[in-house]
Structure formats: C-alpha cells, structure tokens
C-alpha cells in the first residue's frame, strides 16, 4: 500500500496485536459502519502516534477532553483490509479472535456489496503468536500487566507482585499456558491463576522476590513502548 515507506518489521506487528488485544476494540455501529479503534490516556499519546507513523494508516484523535483520552482510529476501507489482513489467525484470546471474526464478516459483507469480484479474506480461528520468543507478550503486558510492589505498614517488609488479568473463563487457558512457559525449567509454579473481585474475571499473578526476578529474566532487554516502561524500571 505504500511503497515508498519502511515497512513494519516484525516485532513491532507482534507487539501491535498483543497489545491491541488488551487496550483495541474492533467496532461495528447500528449503521453497519466499521472502525479499529484504540484508546489511551492522553498521557500516553505518544503511542498511539507510534503506532499510527509504523502502521501509515488511521489518525489519532481527542475522545474525551474531561477524560483526557485520545484515540488511533482506523475507519477508510482500504486501511481496514490492511487491519483485517494483519489480525486474522494472530489472535491469541479466543473472545477477542470472535469478536475480531464477526468484524471480519462485516468487512466481507460490505466489500462485496461494493465490489461483486472481491475476494473475501478467509476466516482463521487459530494462532501461533503464542509465546515468549515474540513481543505479543510484551503488547499484552503494556495493556494489561500490572507492577506493584507493598510497603507494609510498621515494617521493613514488602510484597513485589505482577499481574495480567483476563475477562472471561474462555481466555484463562492462555494465562494458564503462560504460566507454564513462565516456570519452565523450575520444580513449581512461579505463580498462579487466580480469580479477580469481579465475577469471571481471571489474574496471572506472580507473587514475591524470588519468583519476580525470575519474570525479570523474561523482560530485561524487552522494548516497551507506553509508560508502563516507568513502573517495570521502579
């Protein structure tokens, strides 16, 4: 589509579809009218600039000047088959790959109303972006990881603790699997999955110093791109 530009690598597409699997939201309006949209704190606009410049498609736009959010939006035909393209079959968590395949229906539906000879893109229900050999882990930590650590009150004691939390009994399989990638090679668990406040509501939860030093292995060297960069550093 453009020629004249660099072309995504790799890592940053690995990235984008982790990460747009936590904070994207693929929209179909009572009009039938299509968008790929993801929002952030305009704190954070600068990754959606980032993301716009790599991708050479969509704009970012205000969305709530009370809120003090802004949005990449994806909205013309043409860039959105270039979305759909990228998405299907990369998608890890079973209720975003749904959502995602009744958008694609949609997107094929209307292109073939316009356009009779158009060539419907296939529907792929399964994916090989899981891993921690690729930045979709590191996506979906930028959108939905969490990095504390509890001073205790009276005490020189602590609690380091990461979290990635998941809507959805249908998603808590890949929490589970990463759990496991996360501990191969040691005699248990470095952490576990375990239920939110809310109701079917799931947490990947690394608890203590031990287990979270083994989770900065994992990390080190990992380029984030969102301020969550500051909270892994402190």
């Given at each position: 589509?453009?020629?004249?530009?660099?072309?995504?690598?790799?890592?940053?597409?690995?990235?984008?579809?982790?990460?747009?699997?936590?904070?994207?939201?693929?929209?179909?309006?009572?009009?039938?009218?299509?968008?790929?949209?993801?929002?952030?704190?305009?704190?954070d606009?600068?990754?959606?600039?980032?993301?716009?410049?790599?991708?050479?498609?969509?704009?970012?736009?205000?969305?709530?000047?009370?809120?003090r959010t802004?949005?990449?939006i994806?909205?013309?035909?043409?860039?959105?088959?270039?979305?759909?393209?990228?998405?299907?079959?990369?998608?890890?968590?079973?209720?975003?790959?749904?959502?995602?395949?009744?958008?694609?229906?949609?997107?094929?539906?209307?292109?073939?109303?316009?356009?009779?000879?158009?060539?419907?893109?296939?529907p792929?229900?399964?994916?090989?972006?899981?891993?921690?050999?690729?930045?979709?882990?590191?996506?979906?930590?930028?959108?939905?990881?969490?990095?504390?650590?509890?001073?205790?009150?009276?005490?020189?004691?602590?609690?380091?603790?990461?979290?990635?939390?998941?809507?959805?009994?249908?998603?808590?399989?890949?929490?589970?699997?990463?759990?496991?990638?996360?501990?191969?090679?040691?005699?248990?668990?470095?952490?576990?999955?375990?239920?939110?406040?809310?109701?079917?509501?799931?947490?990947?939860?690394?608890?203590?110093?031990?287990?979270?030093?083994?989770?900065?292995?994992?990390?080190?060297?990992?380029?984030?791109?969102?301020?969550?960069?500051?909270?892994?550093?402190?």
């Amino acid at each position: 589509m453009f020629p004249d530009r660099p072309t995504p690598n790799s890592s940053f597409l690995e990235w984008l579809i982790g990460f747009a699997e936590g904070d994207g939201s693929f929209v179909v309006n009572k009009r039938g009218d299509l968008a790929f949209v993801i929002t952030q704190s305009s704190d954070d606009i600068g990754v959606l600039n980032y993301i716009k410049d790599n991708l050479n498609v969509g704009s970012v736009i205000v969305q709530s000047k009370s809120q003090r959010t802004h949005r990449f939006i994806v909205q013309d035909a043409k860039s959105l088959g270039l979305i759909c393209r990228l998405f299907n079959g990369n998608m890890v968590f079973p209720t975003r790959n749904a959502r995602f395949i009744e958008f694609l229906t949609h997107f094929n539906s209307k292109a073939l109303r316009k356009n009779p000879l158009f060539k419907p893109i296939v529907p792929k229900y399964t994916s090989n972006m899981v891993g921690l050999g690729n930045c979709w882990w590191i996506g979906l930590i930028e959108s939905e990881g969490c990095f504390t650590i509890s001073l205790l009150a009276n005490s020189s004691t602590f609690r380091a603790r990461f979290i990635v939390s998941q809507k959805w009994g249908a998603n808590r399989p890949v929490l589970e699997h990463f759990l496991t990638l996360l501990s191969a090679g040691h005699s248990k668990p470095i952490g576990a999955i375990a239920p939110h406040s809310e109701a079917d509501n799931w947490e990947l939860r690394v608890n203590g110093l031990k287990n979270c030093t083994i989770l900065v292995g994992f990390l080190d060297g990992c380029t984030f791109h969102t301020k969550k960069l500051k909270s892994y550093c402190k």
